[in-house]
């Protein structure tokens, strides 16, 4: 008897040895921080620090480059999603409050633009923010003023979450029933259907390749990261295995705001894993698009004294949005631009 137990045992262990899903190139996961709360909104600043608002306590930390946290405010509601605008200061969507915020360098907490529902925040290449609240995604101006409102719900069937910008110029929207889809000049064009699993996180790397994380519901399911392309095809539907509730995951930033090719991913259980080091396949696209501190302050000048074509038009939109907002490039925006970047008063 029991030698007939000793091989049903062995059997029984060799039968979910196999089953156990493979390594994929993004494993063996290392822990990078831990409790967290549910760690799911979460991007790095200029500097290369993470912070992370822990969904529903109000809690943002800060985790340095070595992973020390630390409370970096309390004083939003409700914290959905964390971005960063052209400025370099955060932006948070609160659900409390039907609000996104914006925390200055002091920590002081300010209403950037009224939104119900807001989850998902993006910042564009010409500094405009969208925002991702289920029934309708936000487009505003660098200063919180409404560009445009695209309704996905009613119009589309796309309750939106997540949005998400990549190389190619296209944002991605992801919505809690698995799909993905890619916003081509105004209009949501639908890549993958609705899956058994959701999806929450999405980060491309600057070759197109899109690191999507997904947390397994169904019974045998995997929590894993799949990797595929612009089309929203999948080219390894294991590319990490380690994971657990996966539902947001972030390319590093080195301490001059550079994108690097080191991916984390924020769980479920407040942990915030990183991928196996070398296993992405190009660096990280930026979150965060133009960047207030890359305006060349001597082609801003040069351009007011009629040296044509030194500012990309993003840049002469962004600067005239933050001056007089008039349509055109002008003295007034140089002034502006100066004021902001603290060089006058």
């Not at 190139?25 to 709360?37: E, H, I, K, N, Q």
């Not at 939104?115 to 995604?137: E, R």
């Not at 110029?169 to 959701?198: C, F, I, K, M, N």
């Not at 930033?253 to 994108?259: A, E, V």
Request: aromatic share 10%; with cysteine.
């Amino acid at each position: 008897m029991r030698a007939r137990v000793a091989v049903l045992t062995a059997a029984f262990l060799a039968a979910g040895s196999s089953a156990a899903p493979a390594q994929g190139p993004g494993d063996p996961t290392t822990v990078f921080a831990d409790g967290l709360g549910a760690a799911c909104r979460m991007a790095f600043d200029s500097v290369g620090n993470l912070l992370v608002a822990s969904l529903n306590t109000g809690e943002i930390w800060s985790i340095d480059p070595a992973g020390g946290v630390t409370l970096f405010t309390d004083q939003v509601p409700d914290p959905r999603w964390v971005s960063f605008d052209a400025f370099g200061w955060p932006l948070v969507t609160s659900h409390t409050n039907a609000m996104v915020h914006r925390i200055s360098p002091q920590g002081e907490v300010t209403d950037f633009a009224p939104v119900d529902g807001g989850v998902g925040i993006v910042t564009d290449q010409d500094g405009s923010v969208w925002v991702a609240a289920v029934d309708t995604l936000w487009h505003f101006d660098a200063m919180g003023r409404v560009l445009e409102a695209i309704e996905t719900l009613d119009t589309y069937g796309i309750a939106a979450r997540g949005i998400y910008p990549a190389p190619n110029g296209s944002l991605y929207l992801t919505g809690s029933a698995g799909a993905l889809w890619r916003l081509v000049d105004g209009v949501p064009e639908q890549l993958q259907g609705v899956h058994p699993y959701r999806w929450w996180g999405l980060a491309f790397d600057v070759a197109g390749n899109g690191y999507w994380a997904h947390e397994g519901i169904d019974e045998g399911d995997i929590d894993r990261l799949v990797l595929i392309d612009l089309d929203g095809n999948w080219l390894n539907e294991t590319w990490s295995t380690q994971l657990v509730d996966p539902c947001r995951c972030v390319f590093g930033r080195d301490s001059d705001g550079t994108t690097n090719s080191d991916l984390y991913v924020g769980q479920g259980d407040g942990t915030i894993v990183k991928v196996a080091a070398g296993s992405t396949l190009a660096a990280g696209w930026p979150l965060v698009g133009l960047r207030f501190s890359e305006i060349d302050e001597a082609a801003a000048a040069d351009e007011i004294m009629g040296v044509p074509d030194l500012l990309s038009d993003p840049e002469r939109v962004f600067l005239d949005v933050i001056g007089n907002n008039d349509d055109s490039y002008d003295v007034g925006d140089f002034r502006a631009f100066l004021i902001a970047a603290g060089v006058v008063n």
